[in-house]
């Protein structure tokens, strides 16, 4: 009988055990969870512990980074005891591991780059925008005569959401001057030449104005919208750079559901003045009114994925915290204990507890990187949960502005989502990068 398959194959599941074993025991974990890479801002040390019984030398350039405070190129490192970086100058290196001195073990990226602090927001704000052109919102059926219907807009091929950016060739952010440039073709019997954006597009295309028999006047068959406006919560305050961000989401036209491409902008002082609570099924709102001859805080530039962005000069009244604060990266932001600002009466900005429930993994800007749960009970009695309204109200971990929340679960508005602080501050232009390469040691 042949008992050479059989003792093959026991010894294989048991170096297959072996190896589930070897990769399960916290040495192994421990090096599997040593990260490749580290950005770290100039003057915030990172503590690194991983527990491993491992004697090695460290090898990286002192005039970026430290390690344990030595300023020497080679340093010896115990794995085994927490491990301090000690980020000197912007710029990039490597961190070299080599057990005895030769044997490479592990190579890790350190990207240090200017230290950066903002003044976390809350305050709720009043936002108008104009659009940089007239916005299409729905076509008009015209009764040009008996029984006769038409809609130029929609024989010209306009679409919802299209963005009229200029009329024979002026540009144009106006709804009121419309009306004349459509009498003057009508009468003229020239058609309009339309300049169009269509999403990153643009075309050409002609229009002309059909006379409405009811209105006795000219139209062009087109639902049109020059601007909106509305209520949010102020994110950030960057002083150093005189930027705001806000929102944590873009702005919609309410009844395409399209970006609005904005051409000029304010954010206001805004009252509170009630909230409707948030219930399954019904997300509420915060009802909030334009504080009257209230100065304007700052401008709008950019309307993105990731909220409105633009000037700002000076702190805005109402902040909690009056000096600026450390922000995160989005890899350091972890599940758990953390705290929104907002305001749910009048202008005051209060802090409530929350908790992170879920932080996505995400190496370039993209929306929901978070999942939220509030937990404050008095913020649960006054709203219920999330509101419209809160949108744009900053997040805070461990002393660091992490990110904003953007929206609620519709059936279960005690939840939401938010996105990393890194994105808005991108969009914002503020670059989180080393301002330049240093060189690597050897």
Known sequence: MNRKPSIRRTI?????LSLCLAATTAPIRHYAEFPHELRLFSGQSKHLHYAMPVHAQGTLNPEVARINGSSR????VDLHQPLSIQPRNSGVTELKLKLFGKIPFKTVKLQVVP?????????TIGVKVKAAGIM??????IQTGNGTKKSPGEEAKLKLGDLIVSINGTKLNDITKVAGLAEQAGKSGQPLQLEVKRGK?????????AFDRE???WRLGLYIRDSAAGVGTLTFYAPDQGMYGALGHVITDMDTQTPISVGSGQILQSNVLSISKSQSGEPGEKRAMFIKEGKTL???????????????DKLPDHSFHQDPVPVAFAEEVKEGPAEILTVVNGQKVEKFDIQIVHVSKQQVPATKGLVIRITDPKLLDKTGGIVQGMSGSPILQNGKLVGAVTHVFVNDPTSGYGCFIEWMLQDAGI??????????AV
Do not use: C, W, Y
């Open 73 to 76: 190129s080679i340093v010896p």
């Open 136 to 141: 299409v919102v729905g076509h008009h059926i």
């Open 431 to 440: 670059v989180l990068q080393p301002e330049q390469a240093a060189s690597k």
């Open 298 to 312: 700052g401008s709008v530039e950019k309307n993105t994925a990731f909220g409105i962005f633009g000037k700002m």
């Open 215 to 217: 209105d006795q006047a």
């Open 115 to 123: 230290d950066l602090r903002v003044v976390p927001g809350g305050q």
């Open 12 to 16: 294989g599941l048991l170096l297959v």
């Open 201 to 209: 597009s643009t075309f050409r295309t002609s229009l002309t104005p």
